[in-house]
């Protein structure tokens, strides 16, 4: 029986082959406040195919995040305490990957409702104490303040963002026993929250209590509230404080000065304590 | 960002207790913050704060102010042997179920006496708002809460929190 054979030209189909991008490099990794997550910065490989898509996974928990082409990646889910490092990979449309570099150095994120900005302690008196570059990552702000100043019957006020214009105002409840009083002060250029008394009427150790807490400090449509919790207590007396404090403006807050020297030309003591924290939504 | 306050420890009471305590608390926060939310037996009860395990008349002095829905009042407790919670205006504070946050600042700071702030209220008629002192350089280790002159009933609960700075 013979068998013919037979050829045939068969024509290959209109395949593109992509190239393999090249691995990308991470070049850094930073706690992301408003997302509660890690941004995993890379570049791109110059050469190599180009990815559609980068991903970033987690070391430990193998926790995966894409971006569109962009850096960074930010990658949520995260533990809270747990050490990380990071890799990325680029991804062409047809899944042909890059494989990962190196990992990225450690972070450990620590996120929860109430952070840490700042805090200042004076080494020396001093007539302010200004917070600036406030981050915007949050929807509120508390002040913490164990404080005393130089001057008898002494206060101190709240200026945001420098501005020192007409445009605060102010109510208060206090008392230092056994008077219960209220009152309000409009048009001033600043709020006037503190009131303290200096270490003559009491022991050099005694310091105030001071709350403040400021509301939706980057609302835009808003003017800015805030309310304060005022107290300290001495050898014969003390004074306790409620106050609602308004700054007539819509601009986000960014920055803040508690200035003493306002009156009396006070100053806050050395030890004196201010620390800021960001509230999230 | 660091995460700024952490439980440090809770207690819910399964029966009643005259008092209760956090000890060994670490010195590495910089506030601390107690919620008591509960009641008191007694109907005229409230509760003082023991630091230390200090019963000497070094707890001078606190302020309070205090509404009842009809009447505003302050009041001084001068030099005791503990930090006073709310008095009861002219009604008794303990019966309701009550809540306090308690404000410890620079609790473990040995160089200044410890600054306490308080806010209180019962769902029946009290709300109150008290500025107290230890008068001590010692960093705060142990914390009492003691009812006065009655119990906290079961269900009663104890948070207390650190806050970092």
Known sequence: ?281 | MAQAMTLISSQTLGSTASSVTFSSIPGTYRDLFLVVSGTISSGTGSFYLIFNGDMTNSYSTNVTIEGNGTTAASYLQGAWFGMWGPYGNTTAFGSSNSIHSINLMDYSATDKYKPVLMKSGNSANVAAVIAGRWASTAAITSLGVYATSSTFTAGSTFYLYGIVA
């Open chain 1, 1 to 281: 029986m013979a068998i013919s054979s037979k050829s045939s030209k068969v024509s290959s189909p209109n395949v593109r082959i992509q190239d393999v991008p090249n691995v990308p490099t991470i070049t850094g990794v930073t706690a992301n406040i408003a997302a509660a997550g890690v941004d995993v910065a890379f570049t791109p490989a110059a050469t190599g195919g180009r990815a559609a898509v980068y991903r970033a996974v987690s070391n430990p928990g193998s926790i995966q995040a894409i971006s569109y082409g962009t850096s960074p990646v930010t990658v949520t889910g995260l533990t809270n305490n747990t050490s990380y490092t990071f890799t990325v990979q680029g991804e062409t449309s047809t899944g042909a990957t890059s494989g990962t570099g190196s990992a990225s150095g450690a972070i450990i994120p620590t996120f929860g409702s109430m952070e840490l900005i700042s805090t200042q302690i004076l080494s020396a008196t001093a007539s302010s104490v200004t917070f600036s570059a406030i981050p915007q990552g949050y929807k509120h702000l508390q002040l913490r303040i164990a404080y005393q100043q130089t001057t008898n019957d002494s206060d101190f006020i709240l200026r945001f963002n420098g501005d020192s214009g007409t445009n605060y105002s102010r109510h208060s409840l206090e008392s230092n026993s056994p008077s219960v009083v209220s009152g309000n002060l409009t048009s001033q250029t600043g709020i006037e929250v503190g009131y303290n008394y200096s270490a003559s009427y009491f022991s050099t150790s005694s310091f105030a209590g001071h709350i403040i807490d400021i509301l939706d400090y980057t609302n835009t449509s808003k003017n800015k509230a805030l309310k304060s919790f005022y107290g300290i207590a001495y050898s014969s007396g003390g004074k306790v404080s409620l106050n609602s404090g308004l700054w007539v403006s819509t601009a986000a807050v960014t920055s803040f000065t508690l200035n003493a020297n306002y009156y009396l030309g006070s100053s806050f003591v050395a030890g004196s304590r201010f620390s800021l924290y960001g509230v999230k939504a």
